[in-house]
T-cell receptor, first 116, second 112 residues
Framework: EAEVAQSPRYKITEKSQAVAFWCDPI?????LYWYRQILGQGPELLVQ????????DSQLPKDRFSAERLKGVDSTLKIQPAELGDSAMYLC??????????????FGPGTRLLVL | SQQGEEDPQALSIQEGENATMNCSYK?????LQWYRQNSGRGLVHLIL?????REKHSGRLRVTLDTSKKSSSLLITASRAADTASYFC????????????FGTGTRLLVSP
């Protein structure tokens, strides 16, 4: 069964350093999402792509976070500089539209970031 | 910000018992979805219920939706130790580029 791939699975960095996460969605899924999940809470959407275009980045802290999906396939999320409060799980998901028009999302295993 | 809140925050039961968790949300929705997350892993989609549906079943799962009360419930029957996980409701409140807004989650522990 096809899966969403993410790397790295774990990342430890020092504050003020740059960090990057990579996601490869399920083949054929046009919509790709990046979420941040703080321990004990639900995921919160950071950015949503439709093919290579950003359709929602209203919750992305644009002073330090950036995301790209240049060819409309895989995607990179970058944080520069990292802050202590960025410690969280970063989840990538891709979606397929059902016959009724709804979408269900398929999640990758996540990247757990610890900023020291 | 979180759209929904799950209740209870944590639930501990024995294998074979039923588990019920509730979700309340704030705005009108197109559909509501439930996801499961095993510890430290990604989320897995369980079931979707549309705003014009009141109840849906999938295997041991039963979901209800009451749009007048802006609430949903997830029932897991005959629970197993493998059901131990966090369960999240997620609401979709727009068409077009659909956006999931997750609740705070219920942590379920099923003991053998």
């Amino acid at each position: 069964e096809a899966e969403v791939a993410q790397s790295p699975r774990y990342k430890i960095t020092e504050k003020s350093q740059a960090v990057a996460f990579w996601c490869d969605p399920i083949s054929g899924h046009a919509t790709l999402y990046w979420y941040r999940q703080i321990l004990g809470q639900g995921p919160e959407l950071l950015v949503q792509f439709q093919d290579e275009s950003v359709v929602d980045d209203s919750q992305l802290p644009k002073d330090r976070f950036s995301a790209e999906r240049l060819k409309g396939v895989d995607s990179t999320l970058k944080i520069q500089p990292a802050e202590l409060g960025d410690s969280a799980m970063y989840l990538c998901a891709s979606s397929v539209r059902l016959a009724g028009g709804e979408e269900t999302q398929y999640f990758g295993p996540g990247t757990r970031l610890l900023v020291l | 910000s979180q759209q929904g809140e799950e209740d209870p925050q944590a639930l501990s039961i024995q294998e074979g018992e039923n588990a019920t968790m509730n979700c309340s949300y704030k705005t009108s929705i197109n559909n509501l979805q439930w996801y499961r997350q095993n510890s430290g892993r990604g989320l897995v989609h369980l079931i979707l219920i549309r705003s014009n549906e009141r109840e849906k079943h999938s295997g041991r799962l039963r979901v209800t939706l009451d749009t007048s009360k802006k609430s949903s419930s997830l029932l897991i029957t005959a629970s197993r130790a493998a059901d131990t996980a966090s369960y999240f409701c997620a609401t979709v409140f727009r068409t077009g580029f659909q956006k999931l807004v997750f609740g705070t989650g219920t942590r379920l522990l099923v003991s053998p």
